[in-house]
C-alpha cells in the first residue's frame, strides 16, 4: 500500500507540467497561458491509441465530460471579468450592472467536431466566445451601407448606381419635374435597362396622358415605351399611345403648313424658325431645320445676285440673265441656280456649290446629275471633263462617274453636245451592247468601228459599212480593218 502511495507521488512529481496553486506569484497573464498550454497538451499525455484510459483534469474531473466543461468555461469567463475590472474604481457599479448571461452550451455544442477521441476546447476559445459575445456592446454599421436604400441621392446618382446593378429606391421621386429630370439622366446614360425600368415606375404613378405628353418630346424613351408594351402585351395603353401621337404629329404638321400662306419672305423664316421647336421626330426635326436654313441662305443669296444683276458688273448675269427668284426654291433648284452662276466660286461662300453640298449633305449622285445638268447647259465641256476627272495616290488620273457614263452620255446629247465630246465619253460605258447601241444612236461610228474591231466581228463590220456614208473617212477605216483581217487569216 505504502508501495503504490510511493509511485503515485513520484509520478506526480516527475511530470513535466506544474500545477495549478493559488500561491502562485506569477501574473495572471502566465497563469492564463500555462493553463492554456496545459489543457492542449493533454494528448500528448494520454496514448491516442488507448481508448479505455480515462483523461482527468487537475481537479480531478474527466476531460471532456459535462461538469468539467462547464467549470472550465465559468473559471476563463471570470479570469476576463476580473481582469476587465482591475481596470475600474472600487465603488464603481459597472460590472454590477451587467446582466447575468444564462448558459448557452448544450451537449451538441460541448462536443462538436469531436471524432474518435473527444476534442477539448481551448481557453482563448473560451474568452472569445464568452466575454466578447456577452458583454461587448454591438457597433453600428458604417452609413454608407445603409445609404443603399436612403432617399439622398440625386436623380444623376441614382441612374449612375442602377446602371452599376445596385438597388435605389425610385419612390422618393415624387414631383413631375423630379420625375422627369429622372428620366432625361435616364436617357443621357444610354443604358436601355434603366431607361426601361424608369419608364414603368413612370407607367405606375403618372397618368397616361401626362406620360405620353411629355414622351412626345422625348423620342428615344418614347421609342422604349412602344418596344415595352409590345414585349408585355399591353395592347389597350399601346393603341391609346398610338392614338394620342398620331393626333399630337397631325397638330404639328397642320402648325407647320401655316408657313406656306406666310407671302414676306422674313416673316416666314421667322416662323420656321419658331417651328424648329416642335416635338417632331428627329428626321422630321432635321428636315424643318435644314428649310429653315435653306431659306435662309436663299435670302443671302438673292439680295447679292439681285444687286449683281443690276449693277451689270458680272458677265455671266449679262449673258443669262435670270428668268426668277431663288426665293422658296426647293434644295436641287437652289444647286442647279449655284453651279450655274457660282460654280468657280470659293468653298467659304454661301453661294458656293460645294458649301451647299456640304451643309446640306447632298449624296454625290444628286450633286454630280445637277452640276452636270448646269454646266451642260452653258457648254462648259472643260468643266465637265474636271468633274469626272479623278487622280489616284499615284498621280495617275482617269475619269470615274458615280451616275455611270451611259447617263452622262444622254445629259450631254440633250443639251447638244458635240459629237467629239459624245465620243468621248461612250468609249467609257463599260457593258459593250449598251456602248453599241448609243454609238449606234448617237451616231458615234469610231466607237462602232473600233468596238467592231476589238471584237473582230467582220461580219458587222461589213454591215456596218454600209451605215456610213461612201467615201468618207469611217468608210475608208473600215476597209482598211476589214483588208488587215483578211491578211492576218491568210
Known sequence: ?????????????????????????????????????AVNSLRDIVDDDDDD??????????????????KETASSSTSSLESRDSGLPKGSSSYTALPKQASSYSLSSLFKGRNKLPSFQSLSDALSDTGVKNYAPELRRPRAEYKDYSSDWSPKDTVRRMQRGKVCSLERFRSLQDK?????????????????????????????????????????????LIHFLKETG????????FSLCMSFLSLQLSQYREHLNIQDVEKRKEFLKGCIGLPFSAEDASHIQDHYTLLERQIIIEASDRQLERAGQSEIFRKYPRKASILNMPLVTTLFYSCFYHYTEAEGTFSSPTNLKKTFKIPDKQYVLTALAARAKLRAWNDIDALFTTKNWLGYTKKKAPIGFHRVVEILQRNN???????????????????????TKYKCHDVVIDTYRDLKDRIQLAAYRCKVERGSAEE???????NNMVRNTA
Not at 483523461?55 to 461538469?67: A, L, R, T, Y
Not at 431607361?195 to 428615344?220: H, P, Y
Not at 399591353?234 to 399611345?241: G, R, V, W
Request: net charge negative; with cysteine.
Open 476 to 482: 475608208e477605216k473600215i476597209d482598211s480593218i476589214l
Open 180 to 224: 422627369l429630370v429622372l428620366l432625361d439622366e435616364a436617357v443621357a446614360g444610354n443604358d436601355g435597362n434603366v431607361i426601361t425600368a424608369v419608364l414603368i415606375f413612370l407607367k405606375r404613378t403618372l397618368r397616361k396622358e401626362i406620360l405620353f405628353r411629355e414622351l412626345e418630346v422625348r423620342q428615344v424613351a418614347l421609342c422604349h
Open 53 to 70: 484510459l480515462e483523461k482527468v483534469s487537475w481537479s480531478g474531473e474527466p476531460v471532456g465530460s459535462i461538469s468539467w466543461s462547464i
Open 1 to 37: 500500500m505504502s508501495r503504490a502511495r510511493a509511485d503515485e507521488e513520484e509520478y506526480w512529481h516527475s511530470s513535466k507540467f506544474r500545477a495549478f496553486t493559488f500561491d502562485d506569484e506569477d501574473d495572471e497573464l502566465s497563469q492564463l497561458k500555462e493553463s492554456k498550454r
Open 234 to 241: 399591353e395592347q389597350k395603353l399601346l393603341l391609346d399611345l
Open 417 to 439: 453636245a458635240p459629237v467629239q465630246v459624245l465620243q468621248e465619253y461612250v468609249r467609257l460605258v463599260e457593258d459593250v451592247e449598251t456602248r453599241l447601241n448609243l454609238a
